[in-house]
C-alpha cells in the first residue's frame, strides 16, 4: 500500500522560513494538500492541489511538490504557525495521510 | 457558512458497533460533486481516513469509497431528507479509540475542506 513519510518533528525560530516535507514514491504525479492541527483543535486545510491557498490562509503559507518530494514552506513563520501539520494524497481511490510533522517556533 | 457536527456515544464497549451521525448545516449534501467523509485520530496520533460517499454531477446516486484496512467493518448511511451521514464501524477493539471527525471533501482528487470538531470514542469495557 501506498505510503507517505514526514519527519516527526521540525524547528524554526520566529520570522525564519520552515520547510516541511512530505516523501512517497511518484509523489509529483498527484496531488498533495496539507492540513494545520492545533492542540484540541480541528485540521485546518492550508494548502492543495499542490500549491494552492484557500481564502483566508496567508501568504506566507507555500506548497510545491516534485519528484518524490512535497514540501510545504511558511516564510516569515509566526508563534502561532506552531501546530501538527499532515500531507494528504489519493492512491487508488484511497486518501492516505503523511504522519504529521510536529513544527515547533522558538 | 457550511458547518458539520458530529454526534454519538463517547464511550461503547469491544465487539460492539459504533454508530456516529454527522449533521451538516448551510449545505445539502446531495449536492452534486462533493464527498462527505470520515476521518479519525487515535490519541496523541496521526489522522487515518476511514471513507467518504460522493455524489456525482453526472449520475443520480452515490458512490462509496472505503479504507481497505476498514472495509469489512464500515458501512456509511445517507440520510438526505435530515442533511446527514453516518459511520457504522463494527467488531470494535481498543485500536478503535479515537477522535472521529466528519469532513466535507471537495475537487478531484478531493480534500477536506471543511471539517467537524471531532467526537472522542472510546472503547472499553
Known amino acids: 500500500s501506498y505510503e507517505l513519510s514526514q519527519a516527526p518533528s521540525v524547528s524554526v525560530s520566529p520570522g525564519q522560513t520552515a520547510s516541511i516535507t512530505c516523501s512517497g514514491d511518484k509523489l509529483g504525479d498527484k496531488d498533495v494538500c496539507w492540513y494545520q492541527q492545533k492542540p484540541g483543535q480541528s485540521p485546518v486545510l492550508v494548502i492543495y492541489?499542490?500549491?494552492k491557498r484557500p481564502s483566508g490562509i496567508p501568504e506566507r503559507f507555500s506548497g510545491s511538490n516534485s519528484g518524490n518530494k512535497a514540501t510545504l514552506t511558511i516564510t516569515g513563520t509566526q508563534t502561532m504557525d506552531e501546530a501538527d501539520y499532515y500531507c494528504?494524497?489519493?492512491?487508488?481511490?484511497?486518501?492516505?495521510f503523511g504522519g504529521g510533522t510536529k513544527l515547533t517556533v522558538l | 457558512q457550511l458547518q458539520l457536527q458530529e454526534s454519538g456515544p463517547g464511550l461503547v464497549k469491544p465487539s460492539e458497533t459504533l454508530s456516529l451521525t454527522c449533521s451538516v448545516s448551510?449545505?445539502?449534501?446531495?449536492?452534486?460533486?462533493?464527498?462527505w467523509g470520515w476521518i479519525r485520530q487515535p490519541p496523541g496520533k496521526g489522522l487515518e481516513w476511514i471513507g467518504c460517499v460522493y455524489y456525482s454531477w453526472d449520475y443520480y446516486g452515490e458512490t462509496i469509497y472505503y479504507n481497505p484496512s476498514l472495509k469489512s467493518r464500515v458501512t456509511m448511511p445517507v440520510d438526505t431528507s435530515k442533511n446527514q451521514f453516518s459511520l457504522k464501524l463494527s467488531s470494535l477493539t481498543a485500536a478503535d479509540t479515537a477522535v472521529y471527525y466528519c469532513a466535507r471533501g471537495f475537487g478531484s482528487p478531493a480534500y477536506f475542506d471543511y471539517w467537524g470538531q471531532g467526537s472522542l470514542v472510546t472503547v472499553s469495557s
Open positions: 492541489k499542490d500549491t
Open positions: 494528504q494524497a489519493w492512491d487508488s481511490a484511497t486518501a492516505i
Open positions: 448551510g449545505g445539502s449534501i446531495s449536492s452534486s460533486g462533493y464527498y
